[in-house]
């Protein structure tokens, strides 16, 4: 999907929701374990009450391969699903890849061609020749880690190399790469009082913006601070949404919750 695709899609919604889709087996409703699938059928579910109110899904690999060959096949098939009949939503793997070379190629082909995601987190540590194989994706993004939403970003994100932290390095930096159009950042919302001077460096470039809800962070900071001109904002709330209700109206719940936040996100465009 092309970056103008997505500003309309965010425009038509008038919402730059991102769904996370975190399963974890302890949280979904017990009625699903009798399932084949129950992660598929819990992300199924999901989806299909929630996609007209948001622009992106965001499934973070872990939660699929801490289950095995199973979690992986329901991962291929949440995103085969997608693609078939939402093929206008925004999909990210959540993977925080990078390595050397060939290796970020493999990287880049499981996720950009195996299972044709529009985009996958990449953490930028390894340098340039890790990143640029995934840029080189015509139509794929590469959503590199900036500021974390985590308490450990302090540990060394905002530490000073020479005069600039770390992680404006990384944005500064990153701008030179071959195919750098293709850049996305993470910036957790957390760090909302970042974001005008991160604005300063990438005043255009789309952020993946995690950690409102259950990690504290706040959608109307973010906003004020982060919005550009074309949104450039997929702000995420994964547990805050998915797990709504354990119940046998799950879906419903997170379709309430998610409406809520499409609202909120109408009135700040
Ligand atoms: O800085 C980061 C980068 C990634 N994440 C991921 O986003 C979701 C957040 O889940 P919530 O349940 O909405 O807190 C999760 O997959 C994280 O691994 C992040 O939180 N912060």
């Known amino acids: 999907m092309t970056t103008e695709q997505l500003v309309s899609e965010i425009r038509k919604k008038?919402?730059?929701?991102?769904?996370?889709?975190?399963?974890?087996?302890?949280?979904?409703?017990?009625?699903?374990l009798?399932?084949?699938?129950?992660?598929?059928?819990?992300?199924?579910?999901?989806?299909?009450?929630?996609?007209?109110?948001?622009?992106?899904?965001?499934?973070?690999?872990?939660?699929?391969?801490a289950y095995g060959i199973r979690g992986w096949q329901a991962l291929q098939k949440t995103i085969a699903y997608l693609n078939e009949n939402y093929p206008e939503i925004f999909t990210i793997a959540d993977a925080k890849r990078g390595d050397i070379g060939n290796t970020s190629t493999m990287y880049?082909?499981?996720?950009?061609?195996?299972?044709?995601?529009?985009?996958?987190?990449?953490a930028p540590y390894m340098g340039k020749d890790s990143v640029e194989p995934f840029l080189a994706f015509k139509d794929k993004h590469t959503i590199l880690l900036a500021l974390t939403s985590n308490q450990g970003a302090f540990d060394f994100q905002t530490k000073k190399i020479d005069e600039n932290e770390l992680y404006k390095e990384v944005l500064k930096v990153s701008k030179t790469y071959?195919?750098?159009?293709n850049l996305m950042y993470v910036v957790?919302?957390?760090?909302?009082?970042?974001?005008?001077?991160?604005?300063?460096?990438i005043p255009e470039s789309f952020l993946l913006v995690p950690g409102v809800g259950a990690q504290g962070g706040n959608l109307q900071d973010v906003c004020k601070y982060g919005m550009a001109k074309n949104v450039g904002l997929l702000i995420n709330s994964s547990r805050g949404i998915i797990y709504a209700s354990k119940n046998s109206d799950f879906a419903q719940a997170a379709a309430l919750k998610a409406k809520e936040m499409q609202i909120d996100m109408a009135a700040l465009l």
């Open 14 to 32: 008038k919402s730059f929701l991102c769904i996370g889709l975190d399963v974890d087996l302890n949280k979904i409703p017990e009625h699903l």
């Open 34 to 65: 009798q399932e084949d699938d129950p992660i598929f059928a819990f992300n199924k579910a999901i989806i299909d009450a929630t996609h007209h109110l948001c622009v992106a899904y965001k499934p973070n690999t872990a939660f699929y391969e």
């Open 108 to 122: 880049a082909k499981a996720f950009f061609e195996d299972m044709a995601f529009d985009s996958v987190t990449i």
């Open 178 to 181: 071959k195919n750098a159009e």
């Open 188 to 201: 957790g919302a957390t760090k909302a009082e970042y974001l005008a001077e991160i604005r300063d460096i």
